[in-house]
């Protein structure tokens, strides 16, 4: 059996998902799918992509396309043997009963793709508002230190 | 009827000890390289070595002989690789590709050796002379190779 490259723990490590997301594809060349909610929400879509570049100036590259829209990122390019990482995310409204089509794909030049994950997150409508936080000293116990 | 010539034999059979050497060097190579350029070029590589071995042999039985079949250095050639087995599993695929481009300067050196080498017969020059250049473009190639790891 030939050779291959192999996940290092800090790869598996950049591979994981955020807290709380549901794993939509784990494999190599990425995905074409769709997400749909019953009501009306908030949900970040993300992909994050491992490669090693196989020659001098080995890049990766990772896409979302929703509709017309695209959001790219890239690494590289870099020297033979570099880990190549690159991750992208983008925060789409799903309006309840409705289908949003995507693909998250991984591109890669002069290089090895070796893990790519794409994921969902659903944004909490609930969440608390943000509160700024109270001052730690009093303003009158800082006015008289003035 | 075959016309005999000893020294054109002695002189191929030479020149086919390397090609083996360098055929199966090619061969673990591949096995031990994890970038899948570098196992797709080995491969191809030790298949026109194995192209060169048949042209060979030909030549070697048109003088009413039996070729060499395996290389000169088969123990060598497996001991340098797995030496270098420990090196790749936790390193890089360059201590492989130099132990490629050494290989094929050995097996370069033999076929200028014997095409420069005025006294061999000519037969034996024409072929090795033939050959030599095309194991110098191969062996720059895989020279260059090596230099991206620089």
Redesign the interface.
């Known amino acids: 059996m030939?050779?291959?490259?192999k996940l290092t723990e800090e790869d598996d490590g950049f591979l994981a998902a955020p807290q709380g997301a549901s794993l939509l594809f784990s494999g190599a060349s990425g995905t074409e799918t769709w997400i749909e909610r019953s009501e009306d929400a908030v949900v970040r879509i993300g992909i994050q992509s491992v490669a090693?570049a196989?020659?001098?100036g080995g890049t990766l590259g990772v896409c979302i396309e929703v509709g017309d829209h695209a959001a790219k990122g890239q690494d590289g390019p870099a020297?033979?043997?570099y880990r190549l990482s690159a991750s992208q995310s983008v925060q789409v409204l799903v309006k309840g009963g409705e289908r949003v089509a995507f693909k998250a794909y991984p591109t890669a030049d002069n290089a090895?793709i070796l893990r790519t994950v794409v994921w969902a997150s659903d944004l909490r409508s609930d969440a608390p508002t943000r509160v700024a936080p109270r001052p730690t000293t009093a303003p009158e116990a800082a006015a008289s230190r003035a | 009827m075959t016309d005999t010539d000893p020294r054109a034999v002695e002189l191929l059979n030479w020149l086919l000890e390397g090609l083996h050497d360098s055929a199966d060097g090619l061969r673990q190579a591949a096995s031990l390289a994890r970038n899948p350029a570098f196992q797709t070029l080995f491969t191809e590589r030790a298949g026109q070595r194995d192209a060169l071995i048949g042209q060979i042999e030909a030549e070697v039985r048109s003088f009413g002989d039996e070729p060499a079949c395996e290389g000169s250095m088969i123990g060598d050639v497996h001991h340098a690789f797995t030496k270098l087995r420990d090196l790749v599993a936790h390193g890089s695929d360059k201590a492989v590709v130099e132990e490629v481009v050494r290989g094929e300067a050995l097996v370069e050196q033999r076929f200028e050796a014997v095409a420069d080498d005025v006294q061999a017969p000519a037969k034996a020059r024409e072929l090795a002379g033939r050959m030599v250049a095309r194991l110098k473009t191969d062996q720059q190639q895989i020279a260059d190779l090596s230099q991206q790891f620089r």
Request: glycine fraction near 8%.
């Open positions: 030939a050779a291959h490259f090693v196989t020659g001098a020297p033979i043997e090895q």
